[in-house]
T-cell receptor
Framework: DGGITQSPKYLFRKEGQNVTLSCEQN?????MYWYRQDPGQGLRLIYY???????QKGDIAEGYSVSREKKESFPLTVTSAQKNPTAFYLC????????????FGPGTRLTVL | GEDVEQSLFLSVREGDSSVINCTYT??????LYWYKQEPGAGLQLLTY?????DMKQDQRLTVLLNKKDKHLSLRIADTQTGDSAIYFC?????????????FGTGTQLKVEL
């Protein structure tokens, strides 16, 4: 089955620790995206990547970092510089043609204690 | 810049029609979308409309686009309890870094018996 996986579903970390969220897709999509979701604020774009070894900052990139070494994988690191990291994080990918639909993973809920 | 707005809550009775509204600001958007999010899950595309269309119907769903007023709506006919979810509208924009979506704040639809 093709799809996007995010792991783990729930993640707890102590304040001051970096944490990496996993996102893997086997849809052969070039573009991948990371969003943060907070209640009443919708989805906000953190980083996105159109192709391997290239990525762009989104609207709220401060305190986050990404890498895109493989087409299938786009991990997001939440660093200790992110002032309010507790949120629901969603990864998405998009095929190269069609109507720009994004396919979403199930999300990771990060809680920083 | 892009900005997409929605009302936060809508409550309807089972069997009635629901209408969720959205306003956007980027007149160059090529596609506009409606996504559905069930609790604790990722987003799922419900439907989309190309920017040169006024209306699109897909079974119980009707999308209306008023490009002059930058207004998008989603009508769900015969609303069921399974339709209870958060609904996001989104617009597609092309940036120097590639395609990206800008999401609204989401409308929480509650269907009551």
């Amino acid at each position: 089955d093709g799809g996007i996986t995010q792991s783990p579903k729930y993640l707890f970390r102590k304040e001051g620790q970096n944490v990496t969220l996993s996102c893997e897709q086997n849809l052969n999509h070039d573009a991948m995206y990371w969003y943060r979701q907070d209640p009443g604020q919708g989805l906000r774009l953190i980083y996105y990547s159109q192709i391997v070894n290239d990525f762009q900052k989104g609207d709220i990139a401060e305190g986050y970092s990404v890498s895109r070494e493989k087409k299938e994988s786009f991990p997001l690191t939440v660093t200790s510089a992110q002032k309010n990291p507790t949120a629901f994080y969603l990864c998405a990918s998009m095929p190269p043609d069609g109507y720009n639909e994004q396919f979403f993973g199930p999300g990771t809920r990060l809680t920083v204690l | 810049g892009e900005d997409v707005e929605q009302s936060l809550f809508l409550s309807v009775r089972e069997g009635d029609s629901s209408v969720i509204n959205c306003t956007y600001t980027d007149s160059s958007s090529t596609y506009l979308y409606w996504y559905k999010q069930e609790p604790g899950a990722g987003l799922q595309l419900l439907t989309y409309i190309f920017s040169n269309m006024d209306m699109k119907q897909d079974q119980r769903l009707t999308v209306l686009l008023n490009k002059k007023d930058k207004h998008l709506s989603l009508r769900i006919a015969d609303t069921q309890t399974g339709d209870s979810a958060i609904y996001f509208c989104a617009e597609s924009t092309i940036t120097g870094g590639g395609n990206k979506l800008t999401f609204g704040t989401g409308t929480q639809l509650k269907v009551e018996l």
